[in-house]
């Protein structure tokens, strides 16, 4: 039997291409919904990250300035 047959016998499972849709597209918008409404400063902080070599980030010495 094909893996068609298969899935043909279960009962119920049209329902989920329609879940992993509704899941994939959540999770789409609440990421791009992140994207637009997070800080600059964290963004950028995020950035350099990886370009510090002693550790630091932009937000430790911010913050250690105050």
Do not use: C
Not at 4 to 19: D, H, T
Not at 21 to 30: D, E, N, Q
Not at 48 to 53: A, F, G, M
């Amino acid at each position: 039997m094909k893996l068609r047959n298969y899935l043909e016998s279960i009962a119920g499972v049209g329902i989920f291409p329609v879940i992993t849709l509704v899941l994939f597209f959540a999770v789409f918008v609440t990421l791009g919904a992140w994207a637009i409404l997070a800080r600059r400063e964290h963004l950028h902080a995020m950035n350099q990250l990886p370009l510090h070599e002693d550790g630091s980030t932009e937000t430790e010495t911010i913050h250690s300035k105050a």
